[in-house]
């Protein structure tokens, strides 16, 4: 197997990317083999310093991987392109979980896109007299990118139209961007908007330049503690959270850090078992308890802004900076800070979070000033309160509360715009509208086994210029009997007048049959006020191959007396998505149409698909026609060869997979599976070769009649590869000759040839994906 490959690289069973090799030797009866530099295996994670290198090694020495570690070990297989090291993990720099090579991430090909989604109304009402009155309205939505290199160009847009009115033009989005992967970070410049968190969101004109957490390993995002201990031996580490084992690792004796456990949505306090080599155990519990302003120790995150104020409420556009800046202290704490500096308003803000074993808590304040023209200026101060705390025993979560009280002279930086606007129509500072205070809950509670569970939101804000409150609560529970799902739910309105809605509702489904994809029978009935609101009862379910055909069909009645009927479905094809909708009532009707999809331009041509992704994968399969994404839904190659994945998550290793079902019995896929990192908003192409002709099986034996070496590779006439002798002496080859030879290598120096014939009118055995010749040959 002397010669030039190009391998996928995998270390300890862990992709590394693909690179070119040179293999050399297999004389005398030999195997071949390569060598490897240091500047190599540093590229793989080894810890060349741990190496004894000698003083005479230069940074040119290649030798075999044996000779520089004599524990580790080599494997090819030239079938699958594919090289396998082991290496002892005392060799290796240890990364953590879900850590993805920087070096293989990829800003992907040139090219543009353009989502879109589409939705048409018609709708008549019959009037008093045997008049109809129609109305009809239009809405179309575009998000558009171009891609080159690494700068990605987005825009985002919506058009609508009713009747004969003019159409509305709303650009939401226009910007250039780019990541920084050297600073983890990205760069955007245009028109977009802040993030929240620390303050709120805000649109802007200008620049910013921002952490991106996604291109962090899994383990290092979010927050998790770190869990520090002693073993005395060579022990196992485990770490359970709410009974669950989440972690398992061993360690050396002496002290441990384990600083790479996942973020879990509600925490929840962990469990460490430290078992030595006798089987004794040492356990102590770690509390992990978070709230989003929570980082892990020593991680930090930024956001800059400098630019023009965009308010869709306002039209004032002010020039401002705002940055924003949390560090993980400890464990336990993190720090938090901000400022906002315009024209006519500054504000600072200051934080803490705190983990602790009775919850997560986070408390800032902010300060602000506004100035106006013939207001007085204002000042105040706003503070903010949270908690979250997941109470495993009793199954409590709660996921986030919330509260915020802001003294009369505090105005966050859009409504301290809205105030300048409200001055220059001559208004009294005393009427504008000011949040006082405002408190969320959420809250989950599990009930014992079968009994199933409940459900909580709630919140309720007042205002400064303005008496009573602003309420709204959900109270919900859910459970299943056997094949029944069934909930009821309690929900509350009340504005600041005192005048309130309450709502309850009782909702039943059921699938008409035990099997995947049944349609499921859904019923509902809601009181208002104490009162008959309204009931329905409708089946829904899906059909086609991977259920791209769903459907609704149901009618109900309100307190009125009145009843309608409505239907809906969608069809997604391979290029769009399609759906429609009639409901018609006692005195109305209305028709719908929609459409969604995606439009992806390449250098290859233009490629249609019925999902809307942000980041992407271009699969180019020349002649593999129908063949499926497994990993993908849907997705399958249209007739230029092309497929896009439209969901891949950014900076990390995506596996694409192609399944051969559904194409050409004459077109067969070489490879089947790759693997890439895109960068966020990439658009990366994977290359799959195929080969076409004919299938063929040759069961071959040598000329003694035995069948030949299991492993043996197969060479063509021209003496390039063509696969291996599997079980029982079968060689598989797709060809468009109708004959010709092969040469078999035997190992140990010793080959032999064979010659083939395809039958004009071949015998074939039909599967799912091929139509296969079967052939017998004897190698000599």
Not at 173 to 182: G, H, N
Request: with cysteine; charged share 20%; net charge negative.
């Amino acid at each position: 197997m002397a010669g030039d490959y190009s391998l996928d690289v995998y270390v300890n069973d862990s992709w590394q990317g693909r690179q070119q090799f040179t293999f050399s030797g297999g004389e005398e009866g030999g195997d071949a083999h390569t060598c490897f530099t240091l500047e190599d295996l540093s590229g793989l994670g080894v810890k060349t310093a741990k190496l004894d290198v000698g003083d005479e090694t230069s940074s040119e020495d290649c030798r075999r991987l044996g000779d520089w570690i004599s524990q580790a070990s080599v494997q090819v297989d030239t079938s699958k392109l594919r090289l396998d090291l082991s290496i002892p993990q005392s060799y290796m720099h240890r990364q953590a979980r879900g850590y993805t090579d920087p070096s293989l991430w990829e800003p992907g090909i040139n090219a543009g896109f353009l989502n879109y989604n589409f939705n048409a109304r018609h709708s008549e009402t019959d009037q008093a007299g045997g008049s109809t009155s129609a109305t009809d309205t239009a809405y179309l939505s575009l998000n558009a990118g171009l891609n080159l290199g690494a700068w990605q160009f987005r825009h985002r847009s919506t058009v609508s139209r009713v009747d004969d009115q003019d159409t509305n033009l709303d650009a939401q989005d226009t910007f250039v961007r780019r990541p920084l992967p050297s600073l983890k970070s990205e760069l955007l410049l245009g028109d977009s908007y802040t993030s929240g968190g620390i303050y709120d969101a805000v649109g802007f004109r200008g620049v910013n330049l921002s952490s991106d957490s996604r291109m962090l390993p899994d383990s290092l995002q979010g927050y998790a503690p770190t869990v520090r201990g002693t073993a005395q031996t060579n022990a196992t580490v485990e770490i359970r959270q709410n009974g669950q084992l989440i972690y398992q690792t061993s360690v050396a004796p002496g002290p441990f850090v384990i600083d790479d456990l996942y973020p879990t949505s509600y925490g929840g306090d962990l469990e460490v078992s430290v078992i030595e080599a006798d089987g004794t155990e040492q356990n102590f519990i770690v509390p992990f308890a978070s709230v989003p302003a929570m980082l892990r120790p020593g991680s930090k995150r930024y956001n800059v802004t400098a630019g023009q104020v965009r308010s869709a409420s306002s039209d004032q556009e002010p020039w401002f900076t705002r940055g924003t800046y949390r560090y993980g202290i400890n464990n336990s704490l993190t720090g938090y800070s901000g400022v906002t500096v315009s024209e006519a308003y500054q504000s600072f803000v200051g934080g803490l979070a705190l983990s602790t074993p009775v919850g997560a808590f986070s408390a800032d304040v902010t300060h602000a000033r506004s100035y106006f023209e013939s207001f007085d200026d204002v000042q105040g101060e706003s503070y903010k309160f949270t908690y979250s705390k997941r109470l495993a025993d009793l199954g409590t979560n709660f996921t986030l509360a919330a509260f915020r009280y802001s003294t009369s002279g505090f105005l966050n930086l859009e409504s301290s715009l809205n105030a300048r606007d409200f001055e220059e129509t001559g208004g009294n500072f005393d009427d504008l509208r000011r949040l006082k205070s405002q408190f969320r809950l959420t809250l989950d509670q599990r009930l014992s086994e079968g009994w199933g569970s409940l459900y909580f939101t709630g919140s309720t804000r007042n205002f400064w210029d303005a008496q009573g409150e602003v309420t709204q609560y959900q109270l919900g529970y859910n459970n299943r009997y056997k094949m029944l799902n069934y909930g009821l739910n309690i929900g509350k309105s009340e504005n600041e007048r005192g005048e309130s809605d309450t709502t309850l509702t009782l909702s039943l489904s059921m699938p008409l049959d035990n099997i995947p994809g049944s349609p499921s029978l859904r019923t509902s009935t809601s009181t208002l006020n104490g009162e008959y609101d309204s009931s329905r009862i409708g089946l829904a379910g899906n059909a086609g191959e991977d259920g791209n055909v769903t459907y609704n069909l149901s009618v109900s009645n309100d307190a009125e007396g009145g009843s309608t009927g409505q239907f809906s479905g969608q069809y997604s094809s391979p290029y769009a998505s399609f759906r429609g909708s009639y409901s018609q009532g006692d005195d109305f009707r209305q028709f719908g149409f929609g459409v969604t999809g995606s439009m992806v331009a390449h250098s290859g041509g233009v490629t249609l698909t019925p999902q809307r992704g942000e980041t992407m994968v271009l699969v180019e399969a020349p002649e593999a026609k129908g063949a499926r994404v497994t990993n993908s839904v849907g997705v399958r190659v249209d007739g230029d060869g092309y497929a896009v994945v439209p969901y891949v998550t950014p900076y990390r290793l995506n596996s694409v997979q192609l399944d051969p079902n559904g194409m050409s019995s004459d077109v067969g896929l070489l490879t089947s599976s790759k693997k890439v990192a895109p960068y966020a908003g990439a658009i990366a192409k994977l290359s799959f070769k195929t080969e076409t002709g004919q299938a063929i099986l040759i069961k071959a034996h040598n000329s003694s009649g035995e069948p030949l070496p299991f492993g043996a590779d197969v060479y063509n006439a021209q003496q390039e590869p063509v696969g291996f002798v599997a079980q029982g002496g079968s060689i598989y080859l797709r060809t468009e000759k109708k004959q010709g030879t092969l040469t078999v290598d035997q190992g140990d120096e010793s080959s032999c040839t064979l010659s083939y014939q395809v039958p004009e009118a071949p015998e074939t055995e039909e599967d799912s994906s091929s139509a296969i010749t079967h052939l017998e040959a004897r190698c000599e």
